[in-house]
Nanobody
Framework: QVQLVESGGGLVQAGGSLRLSCAVS????????MGWFRQAPGKEREFVAG???????TYADSVKGRFTISRDNAKNTVYLQMNSLKAEDTAVYYC????????????????????WGQGTQVTVSS
């Protein structure tokens, strides 16, 4: 049974930072691309960042230069470091795993991800 547990969300002022973590169990973590998506109230779910099994990262234009995704295969954990946060970053953030093993590049299509965590709320006050 695959489980993903996110943590690290909270309330922060604009310009501040947060680090999200996602611990994965029930899957050979190092074989899979990992992704972060977010969903704000009344909006579509959107891709934020992804990291391939090799460690290559992909970012949405809206977070490039501010967010950094990383992974620690020894801890089965993926991270999202979020700096220079803006009010528009407010959302529930979800981590997820790719449906396929050894995908060379993280994709932005949610249909390529199967297992999802419960989400963690990030609120940025302006």
């Amino acid at each position: 049974q695959v489980q993903l547990v996110e943590s690290g969300g909270g309330l922060v002022q604009a310009g501040g930072s947060l680090r999200l973590s996602c611990a994965v169990s029930g899957r050979t973590f190092s074989w899979y691309t990992m992704g972060w998506f977010r969903q704000a109230p009344g909006k579509e779910r959107e891709f934020v960042a992804g990291i391939s099994w090799k460690g290559d990262s992909t970012y949405a234009d809206s977070v490039k230069g501010r967010f950094t995704i990383s992974r620690d295969n020894a801890k089965n954990t993926v991270y999202l470091q979020m700096n220079s946060l803006k009010a528009e970053d407010t959302a529930v953030y979800y981590c997820n795993t790719d449906v396929a093993r050894f995908r060379s590049v993280a994709t932005m299509d949610a249909r390529n991800y199967d297992y999802w965590g419960q989400g963690t709320q990030v609120t940025v006050s302006s």
